[in-house]
């Protein structure tokens, strides 16, 4: 199994995750304020619910866009991980080859 990833395939999704927090509450502004001719011309449970929405939209949308913050803590600690490892093993790899002896890999060497 091979597993091959940009270097900058993290922060490049993190930035985009940022972008879209901004455009979710756009959205749900949008949502509600297309919502308005409604207001009035429901009765019973739909206007309960109705009712409801609107005035927990901005409860609804700092919930989403909590949510998005908390996957965007997660791919930057991601991004931060994968750096991390990808220094390691360049380290790793020339300290191993400082301390190998190729001259005795050589075939026909004496």
């Given at each position: 199994?091979?597993?091959?990833?940009?270097?900058?395939?993290?922060?490049?999704?993190?930035n985009?995750?940022?972008?879209?927090?901004?455009?979710?509450?756009?959205?749900?502004?949008?949502?509600?304020?297309?919502?308005?001719?409604?207001?009035?011309?429901?009765?019973?449970?739909?206007?309960?619910?109705f009712?409801?929405?609107?005035?927990?939209?901005?409860?609804?949308?700092?919930?989403?866009?909590?949510?998005?913050?908390?996957?965007?803590?997660?791919?930057?600690?991601?991004d931060?991980?994968?750096?991390?490892?990808?220094?390691?093993?360049?380290?790793?790899?020339?300290?191993?080859?400082?301390?190998?002896?190729?001259?005795?890999?050589?075939?026909?060497?004496?």
């Amino acid at each position: 199994m091979k597993f091959d990833m940009g270097s900058t395939a993290l922060s490049d999704l993190g930035n985009s995750t940022t972008g879209s927090s901004g455009d979710l509450g756009t959205l749900i502004r949008l949502l509600i304020a297309a919502a308005d001719p409604l207001e009035g011309k429901f009765n019973g449970a739909g206007k309960a619910a109705f009712d409801s929405f609107k005035s927990r939209a901005d409860e609804i949308t700092g919930a989403l866009n909590g949510s998005l913050q908390a996957i965007l803590g997660g791919q930057t600690g991601m991004d931060g991980a994968f750096g991390t490892g990808d220094q390691e093993q360049e380290s790793n790899a020339h300290q191993n080859m400082g301390s190998a002896n190729f001259d005795a890999a050589r075939f026909g060497a004496r």
